[in-house]
């Protein structure tokens, strides 16, 4: 009997190596023509850091964010733990505010990076907005063979891989380590799309921000539903609450009963009206 295959073989197609070379010479367009390997060595050329690799990951971080510091260490236990030497590559796309802030920052991870300097500020810039990464920090993977966007949303799934997991120590998360490879191939299995087409997830809610901006209805819509929900939820609870809002409603729009009746000036013990002063009274001397 023939061995069962994978169940992720099924779905992979293999590359041609003029689809792979397209997707590395579009690849170059937005990472420059070479990237960092270290702090200490030069730049090597990127057609050859992502030769054979299926996936890149661009890391959007800096050295001031506060989040990407503490998921750094996750990454990089991700990327040492999960990623075989064919799967995936990363490279740092960094924020910092000078070159020496990035050197600090870059010397404690083990993937690639986009150089510090003015020509790698542009190249980052550039990049940022073509995925539209509006938040740090945020892990885009994109398909080497093709050059297409896979997902935006790899922070929080590379995040996840920790939550998931079951420590020894309540303050401490351990990776699921089977959880992560099982990721790096749903990656690698998912359909990309066309880079600078792809609709990101930030940019879906940014989208819905604008439409609500330009019809407020909606909002007010959205209130009263859940303003009328949370009613009915407490008047399911509270019948007693019902009957005395209904009462309210009832009572609401009625005149009071005696808003015929005119008001008479009470008069004090010497026949004068409390409160007025006769203008023709002598006064006292």
């Known amino acids: 009997m023939a061995p069962r295959k994978d169940k992720y073989e099924k779905n992979k197609a293999?590359?041609?190596?003029?689809?792979?070379?397209?997707?590395?010479?579009?690849?170059?367009?937005?990472?420059?023509?070479?990237?960092?390997?270290?702090?200490?060595s030069p730049p090597k050329p990127t057609a050859e850091l992502l030769?054979?690799?299926?996936?890149?990951?661009?890391?959007?971080?800096?050295a001031w964010n506060g989040m990407g510091k503490e998921f750094t260490t996750k990454l990089a236990e991700?990327?040492?733990t999960c990623l075989s030497k064919d799967d995936m590559e990363i490279v740092y796309v960094s924020s910092d505010d000078t070159r020496n802030e990035f050197l600090e920052t870059f010397a404690g991870m083990p993937w690639l990076a986009i150089d510090g300097d003015e020509d790698g500020t542009r190249i980052k810039h550039n990049l940022a907005t073509h995925l539209k990464v509006f938040r740090l920090p945020s892990l885009v993977i994109l398909n080497v063979d093709t050059g297409h966007f896979v997902t935006d949303n790899g922070r929080q799934q590379v995040q996840a891989l920790f939550e998931s997991s079951t420590a020894k120590e309540p303050d401490k998360h351990e990776m699921n380590v089977q959880r992560g490879r099982d990721l790096v191939e749903e990656w690698k299995t998912q359909e990309p799309e066309q880079l600078g087409h792809a609709d990101t997830l930030f940019n879906k809610v940014y989208l819905t921000a604008i439409h609500f901006k330009k019809h407020p209805i909606y909002i007010v819509g959205i209130v009263l539903h859940l303003?009328?929900?949370?009613?009915?939820?407490?008047?399911?609870?509270?019948?007693l609450l019902g009957m005395a809002m209904v009462y309210l409603l009832l009572t609401l729009g009625k005149e009071p009963l005696d808003k015929n009746i005119?008001?008479?000036p009470q008069k004090d013990g010497g026949g004068q009206v409390a409160g007025v002063t006769d203008p023709n009274a002598k006064k006292v001397a």
Request: hydrophobic share 35%; charged share 20%.
């Open 78 to 80: 991700f990327y040492k």
């Open 14 to 40: 293999t590359p041609k190596s003029s689809d792979s070379k397209a997707g590395v010479s579009n690849l170059e367009r937005h990472l420059g023509k070479t990237l960092m390997v270290d702090v200490k």
């Open 227 to 239: 303003l009328f929900t949370n009613i009915l939820r407490h008047i399911q609870q509270n019948p």
């Open 51 to 62: 030769k054979g690799k299926k996936l890149v990951g661009f890391y959007f971080t800096s």
């Open 262 to 264: 005119p008001y008479i």
